[in-house]
Nanobody, 116 residues
Framework: QVQLVESGGGLVQAGGSLRLSCAAS????????MGWFRQAPGKEREFVAA????????YYADSVKGRFTISRDNAKNTVYLQMNSLKPEDTAVYYC?????????WGQGTRVTVSS
């Protein structure tokens, strides 16, 4: 069982930056691929970014490529999402996700609001 707790959301002006964190419980964090998803009001949850268990591979949605950076610190059981050049369309609840084979866990989400 893995529990995920996101933090770092808030209100920011367009062009600003935020760094989201996702702290994971459990001793097997380093085995999990980690990802960030988001869900805007009235829309489906969508993929944002992902990182392999060893941080060698990262993946991004086209909409955030070049602005967002995903990273992880396995010693701290934490994954991060650095968000720069934020746009109003980035407004959403951001969810952390952990995947290992058939195991799939979600956090409760942290809200990000970008004002124009």
């Amino acid at each position: 069982q893995v529990q995920l707790v996101e933090s770092g959301g808030g209100l920011v002006q367009a062009g600003g930056s935020l760094r989201l964190s996702c702290a994971a419980s459990g001793r097997t964090f380093s085995s999990y691929a980690m990802g960030w998803f988001r869900q805007a009001p009235g829309k489906e949850r969508e993929f944002v970014a992902a990182i392999s268990w060893d941080a060698v591979n990262t993946y991004y949605a086209d909409s955030v490529k070049g602005r967002f950076t995903i990273s992880r610190d396995n010693a701290k059981n934490t994954v991060y999402l650095q968000m720069n050049s934020l746009k109003p369309e980035d407004t959403a609840v951001y969810y952390c996700n952990a995947v290992f084979i058939t195991l799939n866990y979600w956090g409760q989400g942290t809200r990000v609001t970008v004002s124009s």
